[in-house]
């Protein structure tokens, strides 16, 4: 797990050397057991920030060459199949023109390496892990850069005339001097109501972040930079089993037999190694599963505050009793955690409405020794673990007899000053229709169309309906379209970008197995009478039931919550006045509106805080890196 960055370029008044250099500056803290810059040719430099985890030597630093000296990468993540890979690459193949490759190192690197060299851009296809990386022919001048199926590493990147960056976080781009740092004004819709903006745009107008499961190629020609772009990876609907496919038996122990693959293969590592513990299905299923391959105790870690609505670290401490773990259990006192809020901001390479909790986990891990840690995300997404998943079932059976009229109007008539529950029930009666596709962005809405305090110039929206998987529905599948939609637009956008900046702003790594790439693909497969959530996720509760307690698997659903609806009326009050009342000077947002929320918030007629936090965060990021806002 690294930082990488480099420059293409046929600009002779362009230091790509130097701009490497300086971007990597910003990235040490992803990497701070190694940092190197090389010039690869006239042309291009590439650089890295190494966190050490797979081969320790100085050898598997990086930028490394292959060993013909014609190839140069930079790679960011973990493959986890580079064993087998390796062997394979060894092997000479009957009337093949490769012979073996000749490893000098022990690290994963040297696998993508050698497996570009073997296959060329199709190399991603065999690579099972998440990475972001790129690799620089000197014969070609080409640069080819390539990010994992699920999007569980971030890579960011600048398209001139003549100049092409690209980095693992979006200030290393503003911080080399290339970017015009000018406010993408097309993604405000997204983020306000979303918490988030969708690749391939971000918040920078001239800044891009390459697409899960893509590869794109740079080459300078004829003093041109010619992009071409591909995807390497997508569920493809009509490979979906039908129930006399498989029997309901047969996928427990399927999912059982994967899930356990996953695990294991994510255990990889030459240095410390520990889970998050949070008492709940997944992570619980995580750390039972990874007893039955370690010989040691393995160090888990819980974290929760003093307010006991939010603490669930007692279900934690049971847990770790049952399956022997060493036991991390931190409770935070609330001037602590208040200390870490605006830490974790500072730290922010991009605006999110989520992000703290992972950030105090992480800097807590990471303080007690460990380097990589196993985590439950991606569980409830791919079980149905969500209360939507049910919901947006049963709305979507309703269609056929949708009065979309009357139950538009009805929205209108109720109020906004509403608590959740209610709230949402509003939000989701305004969409145009009941169908799954339709509905499912309405759900994730943060604010009614009535409330959003937005400039309707600005209502342009990037999310994407997955048009290509609506055979999803026709064949009944429905569970398994609204897994696809919140893989890619929450799970990606919002709690991966989280987990892999507020992580590696402590160099901690976070591994996910519930994302591992043929256990998602067998589980969206199954039929939706397999996955329906009567149960808190039957299907993957049933296929592991020998590893989880059942009161685990009863107990209401919290995750590591922090109090932030009683912050923001108390501690943090002044803080957030401040920069609502900077953000609301600009002309795109409506002040009324965020000042007319902001009020009955605080007069108790409802609880939604978030409806301003990332308001409040997007604020402080556009004034911590000069962001213009024209």
Known sequence: MCGIA??????????????????????????????????ADAFCSLAHARLKIIDLSENANQPMLCYQNRYVIVFNGEIYNYQHLKLELQRLEYKSQYKPYPFQTK?????????YHRWGKDCVKY???????????KHSHELFLARDRQGKKPLYYLMRENTFAFASEIRTLLNSNLSSRTLNLSQLYDYVQYQTTFAPHTFISDIQLLESGTVLQVNIQQEKLVYKKNTYWHFMPEKTLQKEDISYDEAKRKVRELLFNAVEKRLISDVPLGAFLSGGIDSSAIVGIMKNFLSSEVNTFHI???????????????????????????????KEVLNLVPEALVNMDYPTGDGINTYIVSKTTKQAGITV??????????FAGYPQFQILMKFHKLDVIDFSGIRQ?????ISDNLFSNAYRLKI???????????????????????????????????FNYFNSNKGLIKNKHILSYISLLEMHHYMQHVLLRDADQMSMAHALEVRAPFLDKDLVHFVLSLPDEYKYPTSPKRLLTESIKDILPIDIINRKKMGFVLPFKHWLRNELKS???ENLKSISNYSFLNSEKIWKEWRNYQSLKHDRWYLFWHLIVLQNWIEKNNIKVE
Request: aromatic share 10%; glycine share 6%.
């Open 428 to 462: 989701l009666m305004q969409s145009d229709s009941l169908s799954v596709n339709k509905l499912f962005p309405y759900y994730r809405h943060f604010f009614s169309n009535k409330n959003i305090p937005l400039d309707k110039n600005y209502w342009i929206t990037h």
């Open 127 to 137: 690579l099972d892990g998440m990475f972001a990386f790129a690799i620089y022919d």
């Open 107 to 115: 690290s994963d690197t040297e696998v993508i390496l050698a497996a």
């Open 373 to 382: 840690a196993l985590s439950g995300v991606g569980g409830d997404e791919l």
């Open 304 to 334: 929760t505050t003093e307010v006991e609505e939010f603490a669930e670290n007692q279900y934690a401490e049971d847990l770790a009793k049952i399956y022997g773990t060493k036991h991390h259990n931190i409770i935070l006192k609330q």
């Open 409 to 413: 109007l009805l929205s209108k008539c």
């Open 575 to 577: 803080f957030c006045e």
């Open 6 to 39: 480099g420059v293409l370029t046929f600009d002779k008044n362009v230091d790509h050397e130097r701009i490497s250099a300086l971007m990597i500056q910003s990235l040490k803290h992803r990497g701070p057991d190694a940092t190197n810059v090389l010039k």
